[in-house]
């Protein structure tokens, strides 16, 4: 990380306009730098927000404002800035450069964005000569972005307008800590939280864990034709996996080695006719479940494996010679669209980057205080959430996710909501042909922002 030499709080603001869900809007682009302080009360970080601000789209009260951040933790905003939600976004078409465009597909026209770039991303970096240890941490990270959020939200003379949170992976994680953390700082809770590709705890026991994450497997067989579709659509093949996995295959998990022998042998066959692994594996492995050995499996006859963020992609195994979670072949490290990020903040919005960009900052991943010794997939953040429910009832909810994510299952963020209460009827659902990144699809996209559109429109109001 680079750091900065002090604490600033530049402003900059520039002048645009764009075509948005079919709409021509007016906008400014406003760069903010805000200081951030650590558990000390010290200034120790300067976190930059990337806010567009509509001019001709009604009245501010009414106007929503979505703040908006990815995961990691380590992850910078910008896939989310600029390959879904931002008035910009970079496209890449194969053999081609990735180029910038303007984004029709931009919540624009029925909200004001707010992208922000958490502790040691984009340029949000730690001050020289002082402790910024404790902003690497669920609750230190959350307490700073919860922070930025009521500055914005105050210098911007937004308090009275609806607001909402979205994040996704980790991001989802970081949404409902910032509810934990805005309870606690007596601050507003927001009117909507929208939870992309959740990755929210509860779901990582040894039979929760296998149950979750089948149907997903079995999407990927289907899409890699690794399984007889018979004319299922990937909505069908999804839906009846779900429902085997919750019914006889969570009572076999459950019964063990008390499994009668022919209904191991029945339940293997199953698993195999959906997942396309032989039923023989999944007997001698207690019907047992492993990502690795799947992804390595499905499609070791042709010599490939699948990829893991996004099981739709593939690779010769031979050529996967670094360890996981590196050797997936849908893994990108934004290298080739680092350059076109600098160059859109600075030349387009006009601020002077005091830092090369940091799209992903892998140290921040690898030493993250998780808290009271545990590790991700054990804290649980979904009763954040139902406790901000309860205060707030009024609060919508929205899940993403891709039905292709072998990273953060669709069924196992939707068991975490249901077990901390929040049930189907308390929230907004959906699922897309896409991977862990729904957003990387444009015609997923398009359903993406349209679905988004939709909720954006109905915050704030009870």
Sequence with gaps: MVERDAPSARVVT?????????????YDAIVTESPVANDK??????????????HNVGQKAERPVLFIFNGGPGASSSPLHLSAFGPMRIVEKEGAKPRLANNPFSLLDVADLVFIDPPGTGTSMP????????????????????????RWRVANGRTGSPFALVGESY????????????????LPLPDGVALLSLSIGDSNGPIVSDVTLLPTLAAVAWYHGAVDRQGRSIQEQFARAR?????????ALIAGASLDPAERARVAQ????????????????????????????????????????????????????????????SMTLGAETGSLISEYIEDRLGYALPSPYRTLNLGINFKWNWGRGEVYRTVRFAPYLAKAMEAKPSLKLMTVGGYYDITTPIAAGLFALDHAGIGPGRRT??????????????????????????????????
Excluded: C
């Design 14 to 26: 520039t002048h645009h306009q764009g075509e948005f869900g079919g709409r021509s809007v007016r």
């Design 41 to 54: 009360g010290e200034k120790a970080a300067v976190l930059v927000t990337y806010a567009y601000v509509a």
């Design 127 to 150: 001050i020289k000569g002082v402790d910024a240890t404790s902003l690497f941490s669920v609750d230190g990270d959350a307490r700073a972005v919860a922070d930025v959020v009521q």
């Design 171 to 186: 991001g989802t994680a970081r949404a409902l800590a910032m509810l934990n953390a805005q309870s606690k700082a007596d």
């Design 243 to 251: 429902a085997f996995a919750e019914g006889d295959y969570a009572k």
């Design 270 to 329: 199953r698993m195999s006719s959906l997942i396309g692994l032989p039923a023989a594996k999944f007997e001698r492995d207690g019907l047992q479940l492993d990502r690795q050995e799947f992804m390595l499996g499905l499609l070791a006859d042709k010599g490939l494996r699948t990829g893991q963020l996004d099981g739709r992609a593939k690779r010769a195994i031979a050529e996967s010679n670094m360890h996981p979670p590196f050797d997936d072949p």
């Design 429 to 462: 659902s959906k699922a897309y042909a896409a991977g862990h990144s729904v957003f990387e699809d444009e015609s997923e996209l398009a359903r993406l922002a349209a679905d988004m559109r939709i909720w954006a429109q109905t915050l704030g109001r009870s």
